[in-house]
């Protein structure tokens, strides 16, 4: 009975910690690890310090980058390849905003991209809906394909304690094909999704009204191309690939590691969750050194304040979680490890609804990923289904859906009448199964 009310007790803290954001979401931990440790006399669990001073190096990372306008400088790279492409829209604006997360670690650089893609598709009579949705989907299922995200440095350190063989490199290998491959089946479906616009009759009775017509036609996005930039913003920006680069040598070469004699005589071999830590600060000061970086700015950029946001959230969330999750290790060893292990897809199914809830990736592999490494869940199992990490589209009130429908002012990309029946449900859907079913075939593929 004792573990029905201290799962109350969990869910009641998320239910209300969601509802007041990131930042909600972690103090409201704290009521829950008072309760778990005066009134039930649960011992505390740890939080994971590891994971959150790797995160915290990476977003300091990140908000050099866009503080240094190397982000700048990706977008514009990124806005050629769109309006040269023009009439293959819909699948190279997702593809473009999915390498845009994967080299930032952000999905939140895609509200930059949103009025160039809106732009392309409505002079091609594109329906705006098919490109725009698909990318914001692809903007935010990239994060876990991403070295320098929140969610997949917090999945690697989690995993490091159990299995330190297993690398970042090792999750990237995984996710970047499967996350890729279910967004490009999820773009290739939405070029034929809803009616062309000559055939929607919606749309059609809109565009009477001349005002109408002149606002959803109307040229408003802001190019970069051809606008010069300061030299310190292209070196600002290869520098931090420089990073994502030497992280991915080191991980996939451990030979190259740095080796060390501890006092017992063993030789020790530096983890990759230190070694992110190090490079993630030397590109950082490399930046500020070099590229006229006020450090002070740093701390006001969107890049590092939603970091900064995560990494509280996966302390609080993180911690109350290993405090009720420690105390009945034995019980859920017994109970996830056999249901699991006769039916892989339910961990999968777990890992979705979590990420529902908390509406955060992050969040989602602090309360599960742990729980199920120390229940015994096979690590592949784990790595198969990185892709069900991403389902706060299931309900369109993430930030990024809500501003990819106010960028389209054709009026196409909408939350439907019975809610569910939105633009990104299907997008969502299709990026989430089939990214799930081809990490399943890669990781039982390699060999960890």
């Known amino acids: 009975m004792e573990l029905v009310w201290g799962f109350i007790v969990l869910l009641a803290c998320l239910l209300i910690g969601v509802r007041h954001g990131g930042l909600g979401l972690a103090v409201i931990s704290g009521i829950g690890l008072i309760v778990y440790t005066f009134i039930f006399g649960y011992q505390p669990g740890s939080p994971p310090v590891d994971v959150i001073l790797t995160i915290l190096a990476v977003v300091t990372c990140a908000g050099y980058l866009q503080t240094s306008g190397g982000l700048t400088i990706m977008l514009k790279f990124a806005e050629k390849i769109l309006r040269k492409n023009p009439k293959y829209i819909t699948i190279c604006a997702p593809i473009t905003t999915f390498i845009l997360t994967v080299l930032c670690g952000t999905g939140h650089v895609v509200y930059t991209v949103y009025p160039i893609i809106y732009d392309i598709a409505i002079k091609q009579n594109i329906r705006p809906e098919r490109p725009m949705a698909v990318s914001a989907t692809a903007s935010q299922a990239g994060i876990m394909a991403s070295p320098a995200s929140v969610g997949l440095v917090s999945m690697a350190g989690f995993i490091s304690v159990y299995y330190p063989n297993i690398t970042i490199v090792d999750l990237l290998m995984v996710s970047i ?79 190259l590691l740095p080796h060390f004699t501890t006092g017992t005589g063993q030789i020790k071999t530096i983890s990759m969750t230190v070694l992110i830590q190090m490079i993630m600060l030397l590109v950082s000061a490399v930046i500020l050194l070099t590229c006229n970086v006020k450090a002070k700015d740093v701390g006001e950029s969107t890049v590092f304040k939603a970091g900064m946001t995560a990494i509280v959230c996966v302390y609080g969330v993180a911690w109350m979680a290993d405090t009720f999750f420690t105390n009945y290790i034995p019980y859920f060893k017994e109970f996830i490890s056999s249901f699991v292990s006769a039916y892989p897809w339910t961990y999968a199914v777990l890992l979705f609804l979590t990420s529902k809830f908390v509406n955060s990736q992050a969040a989602a592999v602090a309360i599960v990923v742990p729980l199920a490494l120390a229940a015994g869940v096979d690590p ?69």
């Not at 017509?213 to 051809?226: M, N, P, Q, V």
């Not at 389902?391 to 019975?418: E, H, M, Q, V």
Request: proline residues 4%; aromatic residues 14%; charged residues 15%.
């Open 177 to 255: 094909p499967s996350i890729f491959c279910g967004l490009l089946c999820a773009a290739i479906w939405s070029m034929y999704r809803g009616k062309n616009l000559e055939d929607d009759a919606c749309f059609q009775e809109r565009i009477k009204n001349p005002e109408q017509k002149a606002y959803i036609y109307g040229d408003r996005a802001e190019s970069l191309i051809g606008k010069k930039f300061p030299k310190e913003y292209t070196l600002a920006a290869v520098f931090f690939l420089l990073g994502i680069a030497c992280i991915a040598v080191f991980g996939s070469n451990p030979l």
């Open 380 to 448: 592949v199992i784990i790595i198969s289904f990185i892709s069900a990490t991403y389902a706060y589209f299931f309900i369109p009130t993430y930030p990024s859906d809500l501003a990819c429908i106010n960028f389209d002012r054709s009026g196409t990309t909408k939350i439907g009448k019975y809610i569910l029946n939105h633009s990104f449900m299907a997008t969502g859907m299709i990026t989430v199964v089939v990214g799930c079913c081809v990490g399943y075939i890669i990781a039982h593929l390699m060999i960890f």
